[in-house]
């Protein structure tokens, strides 16, 4: 099945400062989606790019499909950014399931 | 809009004891409902997902079971609970089998002693 690799592992940050999470799916997906899990387990969902750029406040993410990876920006973090990141895709091979990467900790510092 | 509803939000249980999540879907008709198992740690798993009124798929072998009496309703179940099904068990949703967003629930937290 798909692979999916996320990097780093743990990011630690000064408030403001700017950060890049990235994605490598070992195959062709249909579906990419950026999540973020806040301290109550809730799944927030960020982008859902297969392809493309988009951006959303601070956020931003691009999908390089062909090249197969995805990144998520986070500008001028904040505290309330704090939380686990996942990416997650689903192969273009599959029917239903979304492959989970193991996801980035960030922690972001006041 | 649509909102997926779950629970209960904690449970605490005793091995050997029965189980039942129910997870709710409003807003949206014929979704497509999955259930993730999340254990310590960060990765979340697939265990079942069904595309329809008592269709459904297992994605991995497990003391576990799923069902879906009704279009936006999903039950996940166990007849014996065992320490290893201790987990953040979350509840998702779907407009498009394989292409669309999926949108997840809040989540219940299961404890087995």
């Known amino acids: 099945g798909i692979q999916v690799e996320q990097s780093p592992p743990d990011l630690i940050l000064q408030e403001g400062a700017n950060s890049t999470l990235r994605c490598n799916f070992s195959d062709s997906v249909n579906n990419l989606q950026w999540f973020h899990q806040n301290p109550w387990g809730q799944l927030i969902n960020l982008f859902y790019?297969?392809?493309g750029t988009k951006q959303n406040g601070r956020l931003s993410a691009t999908t390089v499909a062909t090249e197969r990876y995805s990144l998520l920006y986070i500008s001028s973090s904040q505290t309330t950014d704090s939380g686990v990141y996942f990416c997650a895709a689903l192969y273009s091979g599959s029917a239903r399931q979304l492959t989970f990467g193991s996801g980035t900790q960030l922690t972001v510092l006041p | 809009s649509q909102t997926i509803h779950q629970w209960p939000a904690t449970l605490v249980q005793p091995v050997g004891s029965p189980l039942s999540l129910e997870c709710t879907v409003e807003g949206t008709s014929n979704p497509n409902l999955y259930w993730y198992r999340q254990a310590a740690g960060r990765g979340l798993q697939l265990l079942f997902y069904s595309v329809g009124i008592g269709q459904i798929s297992s994605e991995v072998p497990q003391n576990l079971s799923a069902s879906r009496p009704q279009d936006r309703q999903f039950i996940l179940s166990s007849k014996k609970l065992l320490l290893s099904d201790s987990g953040f068990y979350l509840c998702a949703w779907s407009a498009l089998a394989g292409v669309s967003e999926q949108y997840f629930g809040p989540g219940t937290r299961l404890t087995v002693t």
């Open positions: 790019i297969p392809s």
